[in-house]
Structure formats: C-alpha cells, structure tokens
C-alpha cells in the first residue's frame, strides 16, 4: 500500500514538473508561499496566519515522507541533503513573511500605544491640540 502511494506520488510529480532539480526548487518557492497567501487570505489572517504556516509544513513534511520512502531502508546520504533542501526552500519566505507581519504589528502597537498615552497626558495638561 506504502509502495502504492509513493508511486502514485512521484507520477503526478513527474507528471506536473519536468526533470531538473532548478526546476523543482523554484516550485517548493512557489507552491509554499503560494499556499501559505492563499489560506492566509481564505482565513483572513494575512501574513500572520499559522494556519498556513501549520499547513504547508505538514504538506512539505509529508511530500519529503514519501520521497524518503522510495529509498527506504538504504537512504542514500545526498537524499538528506536534498531533503533539508527543500524544506529550506519551502518554509523559507512564508516563515519571513510571519516574522516580518509580527514584528509589523508590535511596532504598529507600540506606535499606537505611545500616541494613546501623549495623548492622554496632552487632555490632562488642558492642551487640546
């Protein structure tokens, strides 16, 4: 059965993807941010959506699961090169886009909060400007 999906898998790869590691590269890029925008937005978290970030690991996890499979027990040693590869390229930019979008909001609260409380002290004084 194991067999079974891990072929089914790798046809619709191949399928979808011509030969070449590049190519291959750029789609784990493409399709782990692409995913992580598209639940971002479906749940309108933006870029702070974990949800994305939960799904494309599982994703990537899963799809270096069955490409470890077809080698196992005698994984060679440059498949967990290529492995760590991947998971790089594809969590890459939605794990920065996070980063960035948290850091975003805590400047934009601290912002927020420092024009609350001159604000606040500039009503107690009496200034009304």
């Known amino acids: 059965m194991i067999d079974q999906l ?17 190519i291959r590269a750029t789609m784990h890029f493409h399709l782990g941010l692409g ?28 799809n ?29 930019w939605p794990v920065v886009l996070y980063a960035l979008a948290g850091l975003w909001e805590r400047r934009k609260a601290g912002t927020a909060s420092a024009s609350s409380a001159v604000s606040s002290a500039s009503a107690a004084d009496g200034d009304v400007s």
């Open 6 to 22: 891990v072929t089914s898998w790798e046809a619709i790869k191949h399928a979808g993807l011509p030969d070449g590691q590049a």
């Open 35 to 62: 995913i992580y925008l598209l639940v971002g937005a479906f749940t309108r978290q933006g870029l702070r959506s974990r949800a994305g970030l939960v799904l494309i690991s599982l994703l990537e996890i899963g």
């Open 64 to 92: 270096e699961i069955l490409d470890l499979a077809r080698f196992f027990p005698k994984i060679p040693a440059w498949l967990w090169h290529d492995t760590l590869a991947d998971l790089f390229n594809t969590l890459f």
